[in-house]
C-alpha cells in the first residue's frame, strides 16, 4: 500500500523560510514526484517536479525560490521554500507516479496535505 505523508507546514512572515519533507512507503521514491498545492477557491496547482533521472521542473511563480530534492536511500521527498509570499500560501501536497509533470491529473498517489501560511 502506498503512502506518503507531508511534515514542515507552518506559518511564517513574508520572506521566510519553510521545509517540506514527504516521507514515501509501499513505492520507490525512483518514480516521479512532485510538490503541488492548492489554496482556496482554487485550483490544484503543480509547484515543482523532480523525475526518476534527477531532472527537477518548478512552476514559473517559485523559481529561484523553491528547491525540490529527492533522497531514495531514505525514500524521502522535500521541498525547501525561501523568500516565501502571501500568495504561497496553500495547501501543499507531495504525490508520486511513474510518469509525470507539473499536471498534478497525471499523479496516482497523494499524501494528505500541509498547511503553509505566509502573512504579510
Known amino acids: 500500500q502506498v503512502r506518503l505523508v507531508e511534515s514542515g507546514g507552518g506559518s511564517v512572515q513574508a520572506g521566510g523560510s519553510l521545509r517540506l519533507s514527504c516521507a514515501a512507503s509501499?513505492?520507490?521514491?525512483?518514480?516521479?514526484m512532485g510538490w503541488f498545492r492548492q489554496a482556496p477557491g482554487k485550483e490544484r496547482e503543480g509547484v515543482a517536479v523532480?523525475?526518476?533521472?534527477?531532472?527537477?521542473v518548478y512552476a514559473d511563480s517559485v523559481k529561484g525560490r523553491f528547491t525540490i530534492s529527492k533522497d531514495n536511500a531514505k525514500n524521502t521527498l522535500l521541498l525547501e521554500m525561501n523568500s516565501l509570499k502571501p500568495e504561497d500560501t496553500a495547501m501543499y501536497y507531495c504525490?508520486?507516479?511513474?510518469?509525470?509533470?507539473?499536471?498534478?491529473?497525471?499523479?496516482?498517489?497523494w499524501g494528505q496535505g500541509t498547511q503553509v501560511t505566509v502573512s504579510s
Open positions: 504525490a508520486a507516479d511513474w510518469g509525470g509533470s507539473l499536471n498534478p491529473r497525471l499523479y496516482s498517489f
Open positions: 509501499g513505492i520507490s521514491t525512483n518514480v516521479f
Open positions: 523532480v523525475g526518476r533521472d534527477g531532472g527537477t
